[in-house]
């Protein structure tokens, strides 16, 4: 058997350890032999190819990134595409691929599924919004690498009397700045689920002044205040930074300051968040993972993917992961609203 | 409402937090009044209370430890013990009692239970050992000190050629060797659920010094030899490093390095498992199991303990946290059985 | 005795390790008493002390910020602002008054100490670049903060192709973009001391990706590029971010990605540097100042400042913090070139 | 030029900088080429090279070990061995011999530099403990796995009345405990540069049980009580662990119990200190140290090895490295005693 490897879409932590996880697995358990494809579609696409045995994953399980290279290279916008990746699968005679990616990268790879390529898929998301699975790795990572920084704003918040605003990654769930914020102990924390009101949150702000401390908001890069508030001609910069002149967190920092009067400070932790080495918890979550990937080449359970119930791997259809993103549900929004006073 | 607040048992990271979780939630949505028992059992027992308000639990959420200080007091061996409980807490006008404890903790909470006592239960327990919950806090932290500790011994391994042993916590269940284990890499992974033959574990090791890698042991501290290969007058220490001269990671070293030749060296990890700064997850377990602890109250659900499923906060039963213990499932022990060779 | 103690300036991990420092010493050694003023001059100008006792400084020590809190305020720009000070500290019966700061709040206690007040200064700046002194505290914690986001964008820049850019403080010196950037592998690093040629900063990005490997920009905040390069109407933010629309981190990234036509993100790291646990060196160096500030003051070493040599603690006078700033040697600054490449 | 490179001795977090510092600046400045000796003097010993150049560097910063491999073998203590070293250097037509390592390493370095060898030697020891240099790189590292531990073990102590004993790294000199100790705010630091009386530490833990606090307790591995204290069976074991029963730590640790009748917990650093990712100031100064042992190969100054006087990296003779050890001095471990307390 001979199984093609890729990994698409945004760095996360993690992709590293799921590589070693399936090279260990099917070397030592099944024989197999792997064709690693290099930054994501484009590597199928274009034939490029790289040596992935068990010397080439040696060491990589601590480390961030992804040694096969990742891009966002879509083969469905390219004429012909599609029908390429199939002719250079067939041409390094792969009986089967592992694509490890988000909503777009397992997108493709339905597709390719409904059309009769062999594929298993490896969820990922640092935002953590797929359906179909409890936790996917990199979100862990990304959280502590957010509590950390709101640990730090403390300390700098408490001996300046001044407002910290961190943005946070979250384009269209809330799930980093929910668990960090919570975990850091933020006074206010603004998600894409919900829109926020400028002037509640002043409110807020001015309110935790009043007891003597200096308020942390967290504010997801996805998050929005309500209807009228963002000027038309100050539209805030999309996820790759590069329409506008300020991100939402900027904007908001410059809000409140000239809306309260009181010295406010943005910290926006951008990519940060994605690198590095994983946690504990991404590293066993991606391992599993991708032994459990291996398991279900094994098992011929084509157009499935991986998940994670509890302490159990299970597989669900790769459409799951195309399907609505999980968001963070209001009711969950509401319980842990209570530290915002 | 006035409601009493223990921690009893083993120090844990998260306790703080808890703590935090409840007094927030209750004096904000509630307008309860809280009474701090302080050490565990022994603080109703003896009537032993300390100030619990919003001031008390500020800036405690990133500590580890418990404001409340712990004990392994248990009232159910001391004559009227339970009675005696009663009294104080009638006396003190509680009206209800939040326990934040492990097996021991919350099989008393259940017994006062019985008795009428209005008693609502947060599991606790490093090891992550407890039925149902998916998790516990203090887990997740002691699975980041135990990892952090193999990256650390594999460039030491790599440089030196020699066996380093590691033992983790993990009494009557292998979940933080697993995990730890998995996350970094180790290459033995031995747990209480499954006893070892030295003689197979020696030869593991050999065969990684013959692919030109030093190997990496993490034993769980609650692991035990087949039978016959522990020699009675070398009998290991239990759990408080008591009784024995050796304790069980030791004694492996030893054999390792008598049986195969090759210098070992052998490190336990201990309390350092057990304290510092809780990690992000386990801050946000801990303060959405405080927040929850106060809804059962507020709901009148005597006799339940908060639990986790995924992102859901539910209550089980109080007997739920004292029936059999959740182990290591030999499925799962097998499935990472992979990087053993 | 009786000794006011006050820390002025920005904020910088290991002010609370020197004011317990000073306290234990002061109070064990030699039954001092003391005074402690809030929000840096502010407290002695308007008279608003706190309780400064042993109680006070416990658990302190791996906190970051100051139990005392800090402020900007200038007595000397205030009509009559020395004298009121002397007026206050006559008035809380203070002998002597120990003040930690840079080089503004330490101007002001040179100012105090020529008029007579018993002053004994410890130097403080995130951004190591006082004179008389090896290290200051804080400096240690921000490099650490600094070489871990370079870390991180490692993993990111070689799984994606892209320029990274990081702005690190340094506003007229830069010895944690020095410091971080060899420490962190950078492969540009630009500083206040030399000013950077645009053109040739590209040049070396393109040459990193001739190589097959994403580059790395460190800079500090205060760095700037030669004349001509910086449009008049694109005035980069001063340190307190507010003068213009970016900051010149965020200047750079946009000038790479235009001129290179590479992808290129920005992150800016801001607070984050000065806030958090101080490290174990900032905590240690920052505890000898303390107890050795408490040691000049027995001396009576007025008009001196705590300075490191080696491992040998020293009294300089005052004046030295106040004269020209340390910065990095360009000898140095080419020594480190080699990485450039 | 052909330039020979060995690290010999006990493992160190920063060797695979001083590494890569050489030979990207003895490649990129001077065209040097290298040849990597393994596995410390074994490797000139027995002619066992390997490839040592600018793709066998890349990200080896900030991982710890050494890519070279190391070991303990002393080719003074083989018949010819000096000569065989030699003979090899010639064979390999290697011109000079970079020599990273402590008091051993470079006392065989000194000799053949006596004999005509071209050596430039790199100073390195975790203890700190080398004459000649104000630090050396992995004492930072060290000192901060130790401090982290303390701060872990203060969250239980505090939690659980109970006395926490940590031993850290120090042989001959207490440069670790003293430094951790006091930036980990330790109760009690015992060195090797001053034998203790066990009686006097039991009196300071009883105190600080007075005080309602649990005292913890820092002891490096090479403290010794005063005479008589410690029963001749009893000898505890030596660095390696292997002539005794117990460590210094252990012993103390029963000890304390058995004398104040309370719960005493013991953990044993050990081999963690030496491993892992090196601190950002350990990469800094080992980065430094590599470039300028190439300036020295450059400039000629055979017989010298690199040394730090705050940020000068100066040359001085490699006989410094083999004179008498750098201790704590009596006064620096007074200056820190108000801690004891």
């Given at each position: ?48 190819t ?14 961030g990134g ?98 910290q ?96 009067g ?5 910290t ?34 084509w ?21 609505e ?17």
């Amino acid at each position: 058997m001979r199984v093609g490897v890729l990994t698409g879409g945004g760095d996360c932590p993690g992709l590293n350890a799921v590589i070693r996880g399936i090279v260990r697995k099917g070397v030592q358990d099944y024989g197999y032999e792997f064709v690693g494809y290099r930054d994501g579609w484009r590597g199928p696409l274009e034939g490029d190819t790289t040596v992935l045995d068990i010397p080439a994953v040696r060491g990589i399980l601590p480390r961030g990134g992804t040694i096969l290279g990742t891009s966002r290279v879509n083969p469905a916008q390219i004429e012909g595409g599609l029908e390429r990746i199939k002719r250079n699968l067939a041409h390094h005679m792969v009986d089967a691929l592992i694509c490890i990616g988000g909503e777009y990268t397992l997108g493709i790879a339905q597709r390719l599924s409904e059309e009769g390529v062999n594929i298993v898929g490896v969820p990922k998301t640092t935002d953590n919004d797929l359906n179909g699975t409890d936790f996917t790795f990199g979100f862990d990572t990304a959280v502590g690498v957010a509590t950390e920084a709101i640990d730090r704003l403390h300390t700098t918040a408490e001996s300046h009397h001044r407002v910290q605003v961190l943005e946070v990654m979250g384009r269209h769930a809330g799930w980093i700045a929910v668990h960090a914020g919570l975990a850091g102990g933020a006074n206010v924390i603004l998600i894409p689920e919900q829109k926020f009101d400028v002037e509640q949150v002043c409110r807020y702000v001015e309110r935790r002044f009043a007891v003597n401390y200096s308020p942390i908001v967290v504010i997801a890069d996805g998050a929005l205040p309500v209807e009228g508030q963002l000027p038309e001609e100050d539209g805030t910069r999309d996820f790759f930074g590069r329409t506008g002149s300020y991100s939402i967190g900027e904007w908001l920092g410059k809000e409140i300051e000239s809306r309260t009067g009181k010295e406010t400070r943005t910290t926006v932790l951008g990519h940060t968040q994605r690198g590095g080495s994983p946690s504990a918890f991404d590293r066993y979550l991606a391992t599993r993972f991708g032994i459990n990937a291996v398991e279900a080449v094994h098992a011929g359970e084509w157009g499935t993917m991986v998940s994670m119930r509890a302490e159990e791997i299970l597989r669900v259809p790769l459409a799951e992961a195309t399907k609505e993103i999980k968001t963070v549900p209001l009711e969950l929004y509401r319980e842990v609203g209570v530290f915002f006073g």
